[in-house]
């Protein structure tokens, strides 16, 4: 439906390897998910989902091609087939070493694990090091705490930004519309019981 309505819209598939416990070689004879994509007539990319800046690349890129934002003016679905891996069980009842060797997710976890991968890009650019760790394990509970009371003081941001985060512009559907006139005439009749530039 996506495809023949030409709807601006991202799927991401995160394609893990395994069915619960069924590796995908038995689920589906062909190269993954993508080349589904391509058969729907979608514009597909394939993207190593244990590189951060590889996904985050790729979803800029699908978000342009969606809306029409990369120069054709045309909206269209896109589909993202991330490939990594399931380093966990698949559910606190799964006992995923009954279906694949604990050494291939002990080497999985120390050659390709994204939070490994990112750590190391980091340290050497020199943003992360041992003493940050440190630091950071230091602090505890309490650095987190700290923290959070400091974002819960921010102010809020102003109601009208409800309706800002999906669709550009003022172009809102009838409903939305609808929906912030509401808000806007019920802030307007009650302003002592919001923040001021609430609206």
């Not at 589906?28 to 007539?41: E, H, P, S």
């Not at 041992?130 to 102010?155: C, Y």
């Not at 009650?190 to 609206?199: D, K, Q």
Request: net charge positive.
């Amino acid at each position: 439906m996506a495809a023949t309505l030409s709807a601006p819209v991202v799927f991401v598939c995160r394609n893990n390897g395994f069915a619960i416990s069924t590796p995908v070689k038995e689920q589906y004879a062909g190269d993954g998910i993508a080349a589904r994509g391509v058969a729907y007539g979608m514009h597909t990319m394939r993207v190593d989902g244990n590189d951060v800046w590889a996904v985050l690349t790729a979803a800029r890129r699908a978000r342009e091609v969606a809306t029409g934002a990369d120069g054709t003016g045309v909206t269209k679905p896109v589909l993202i087939e991330a490939m990594t891996y399931r380093e966990g069980h698949h559910s606190t009842s799964d006992d995923s070493t009954r279906y694949r060797e604990a050494a291939e997710i002990a080497t999985w976890r120390e050659t390709s694990n994204p939070v490994r991968r990112l750590r190391r890009y980091m340290e050497r650019r020199g943003w992360w090091g041992a003493a940050k760790e440190a630091a950071l394990v230091a602090a505890g509970p309490q650095g987190l705490l700290v923290a959070m009371g400091a974002a819960e003081r921010k102010p809020k941001p102003p109601m009208p930004e409800l309706f800002t985060d999906v669709y550009a512009g003022d172009a809102l559907p009838p409903h939305l519309a609808a929906q912030r006139a509401d808000l806007e005439a019920h802030i307007a009749k009650y302003p002592a019981e919001y923040a001021p530039g609430a609206h």
